[in-house]
Structure formats: C-alpha cells, structure tokens
C-alpha cells in the first residue's frame, strides 16, 4: 500500500464560524485571520493505492460552481486534484473508488464536473464508483433549512443517476471495519449525521483521514466545535472519545482543512488532550 496526499485547492472560512463559542482573541493565536476575519482552510484529499484500486478519500470542491459561488470563499493558491495526481504518475481515469467522508460541497464537489460542452453534469471519475452510507446520502438528499447551503443537488445526484453511487454497510456501533475498502471507519453524528472518518492501517502506523471531526490542529480543545455543526454537544462527546483514543494508540491525523500542518499527533496532558507533534505528509507517507 502507498499513500498519497492530494492538494484539490486551498480557500478562506469565517474564523468565528469555523471556532463557534470560542472567542477570536483566542483562536486567532493558531488560526490567525485576515482583516475580513477569514482564516486559511486546506482541502486536502488522500490517495490510497493497494493493489489494483486506486481510492480518493474526498474530493475538494471542484470547479463547476459559478464567480459568484467562489468569490465567498476566497480561493487562493495554484492546488489542483489533476496537478497533484499528475505528480504521482496517476489522472482521474484511473481512480477505481472515491470514498466521500460526507457530502458537504467542499468535500464532494469535485466529484462531479460539467460535461464538455456544459450542457449537463457528469462524474469527474468515469470509472469510479462512489462510497457514501445510506444514512448519510438520505440526510443530503433532503437537507434541513441549516444544511440546505452545504448539500448542493448538482454535487450529489449525478453520482446516482450514472449508476456509479454505492452505500457502505454500515456496523451496529459507530465504528467498524469497510470490507468494501478495506479500512476501519468511525462514524461521527455531530457535524452531520454519520459522517465518516476513515482509519488506515498504514505500515506499523494508524493513519486517520479527520475530515471536519477535527479540522484544524487549533481545534483539538473539546469545546473548540465548528458553529457548522448541526449537535455540537454531541461533537463535545464524539471528540473526547476520539482523541482520547488517537493519544492512547498514537494515530497520525491527517488534517484535511488545515492549511499550514498536515499531520500531526496528540498526547494526554493536565489540561486534557493536546498536540504533540506536528509532521509534513513527506515525514509520514
């Protein structure tokens, strides 16, 4: 197996609503924002390749959404899905399997594309097929009035109406082991229902691929919960949990929306868990 970190583009969030309850004089000492109050978000995705399947854990937002779409998140930097798979030797044929952690755009937006002429969507990955969980995909379909902004048609439905959409079967507890892909999934109900959180066993490593569970390296803290989330104190619990076993079995976390550390770990301290160590994908991958 090798992995590989895959930079789709880089863009700019709302401090205040990526760090919720927590006060700006705070958060802004490792998330420093601009003077619009924008801080600098990653999305960064992950390329696992085992044997004759190639699988792309989330896809960026992609390049469909119009001027006007863009220009509220600030797009900044030159990351492209084609430019870092070109650098492996790989392009977008010759993805087997896109495993989407959930369908908030900035995740699975790159998913789909216009087709040729813009006359109609299409996958992005022609010969891929799409991994979501049925709990998560009936939640997106029929988003609540909170979401509805972060669920856009045009990024979810092709992958159904290709044929191309598969749903993991999912375990009784919240967190178990994808036969379809080959990696330990911990599901997280606190930023939106049944968000994935994938575990690869890498090595004599645990990688974790942290999707919004822990977006930053400046969110460990429990209570530093994104005001994105729809049960926040449901996230309190699902942290404490998680981090609290990332520090007891040294998992490396692969920040998907930090934009200036992309791995690091954690360790148990008096004031709970905290960052330890912070590496660049080269050190680990």
């Not at 048609?153 to 967190?175: A, C, K, V």
């Amino acid at each position: 197996m090798k992995l590989y970190p895959i930079e789709s583009g880089n863009f700019k969030l709302d401090g205040g609503a990526m760090f919720g309850v927590v006060p700006k004089t705070i958060w802004n000492k490792t998330n420093p924002a601009d003077s619009n109050n924008l801080i600098d978000i990653a999305a960064r995705c992950l390329l696992i390749e085992d044997g004759n399947r190639l699988i792309l854990i989330d896809t960026g937002m992609g390049d469909k959404q119009s001027e006007k779409f863009f220009g509220y998140y600030s797009l900044w930097g030159s990351h492209s899905i084609d430019k870092s798979l070109a650098e492996y030797g790989f392009n977008r044929d010759d993805i087997t399997d896109v495993f989407m952690t959930h369908l908030h755009f900035d995740h699975c937006g790159g998913s789909v594309q216009w087709n040729s002429d813009k006359t109609f969507y299409e996958p992005a990955f022609k010969n891929a097929k799409f991994w979501t969980n049925e709990n998560h995909w009936q939640w997106a379909v029929k988003p609540n009035a909170r979401e509805k902004a972060s669920f856009l048609t045009e990024n979810i439905i092709p992958m159904q109406e290709s044929g191309q959409l598969n749903f993991i079967e999912r375990p009784e507890s919240d967190f178990g082991f994808s036969k379809e892909l080959g990696f330990g999934i911990f599901y997280a109900d606190g930023h939106t229902e049944k968000q994935m959180i994938p575990h690869i066993q890498y090595q004599d490593k645990t990688i974790v691929f942290c999707a919004d569970l822990l977006a930053t390296a400046g969110h460990i803290p429990l209570p530093y919960v994104m005001g994105y989330d729809t049960r926040p104190l449901l996230t309190l619990d699902e942290k404490a949990k998680f981090l609290n076993s990332a520090a007891d079995n040294n998992y490396y976390l692969f920040l998907e929306h930090d934009a200036h550390n992309q791995i690091i770990t954690v360790e148990h301290t008096e004031k709970g868990v905290r960052l330890k160590d912070v590496f660049t994908c080269e050190d680990i991958l």
